[in-house]
């Protein structure tokens, strides 16, 4: 088990029968109330953490720096958020200072036109 995996004690209230619904399937299920509970949190987050709606606000939220990178590795996964990282430093990249071309006669006055079919008699 890693340090991330240690145990934090986690405190909240919950309206009373939602309490008492858990407490009924812990017992069916022969589990106790915190597996049920952290289970339940894990679907969660990997559903949320799947759809398309999430990806997107955490994108925007990233490359608006209202997210550290740390923070994305820990929402969408470490592939996906060095993708971003990719992406959100193309973004950032300032634009190609290119000089306008000289004019050049690349065909060195040899060029000729080619014919299309609106020119061919059918």
Same mark, same amino acid.
């Given at each position: 088990?890693?340090?991330?995996?240690?145990?934090?004690?986690?405190?909240?209230?919950?309206?009373?029968?939602?309490?008492?619904?858990?407490?009924?399937? &812990?017992?069916?299920?022969?589990?106790?109330?915190?597996?049920?509970?952290?289970?339940? @949190?894990?679907?969660? @987050?990997?559903?949320?953490?799947?759809?398309?709606?999430?990806?997107?606000?955490?994108?925007?939220?990233?490359?608006?720096?209202?997210?550290?990178?740390?923070?994305?590795?820990?929402?969408?996964?470490?592939?996906?958020?060095?993708?971003?990282?990719?992406?959100?430093?193309?973004?950032?990249?300032?634009?190609?200072?290119? &000089?306008?071309?000289?004019?050049?006669?690349?065909?060195?006055?040899?060029?000729?036109?080619?014919?299309?079919?609106?020119?061919?008699?059918?």
């Amino acid at each position: 088990m890693s340090a991330s995996d240690d145990p934090r004690r986690v405190h909240f209230q919950s309206p009373e029968y939602l309490v008492d619904r858990l407490d009924a399937i &812990a017992e069916l299920f022969d589990k106790d109330r915190t597996d049920l509970l952290v289970e339940a @949190i894990r679907e969660y @987050i990997e559903d949320t953490a799947d759809s398309e709606t999430f990806q997107k606000l955490v994108a925007t939220k990233y490359y608006d720096d209202q997210l550290e990178f740390e923070t994305v590795k820990q929402l969408v996964g470490a592939e996906t958020a060095q993708r971003l990282r990719l992406l959100k430093a193309d973004l950032e990249d300032e634009a190609l200072d290119l &000089a306008a071309p000289d004019d050049v006669d690349i065909y060195d006055g040899d060029a000729t036109a080619a014919e299309t079919a609106a020119d061919d008699e059918r």
